[in-house]
């Protein structure tokens, strides 16, 4: 199969953050995500930009299509 995925201008991805995405959708799920580390004053900090995904974990459709999480995250 083939992958898309796009980058802002203003973003970076992290060392092995498209490795690990692709192994995950490896496993068979339609649809993966990851999170965003924020920036602050110039410097990556530990909190996610996106809520309602702190770990990894699967999501339900149900939750997805409810908006039960919000921010920035990174799809492939």
Request: with cysteine; hydrophobic share 35%; proline share 0%.
């Amino acid at each position: 199969g083939e992958f898309v995925t796009f980058l802002d201008d203003d973003d970076e991805l992290l060392s092995g953050a498209l490795s690990t995405l692709m192994q995950k959708a490896s496993e068979g799920y339609a649809h993966v995500f990851g999170n965003c580390l924020m920036e602050k004053e110039g410097n990556l900090s530990k909190e996610f930009s996106g809520k309602g995904l702190e770990k990894d974990s699967e999501i339900s459709k149900k939750d997805f299509l409810m908006a039960k999480f919000s921010g920035e995250f990174f799809s492939v």
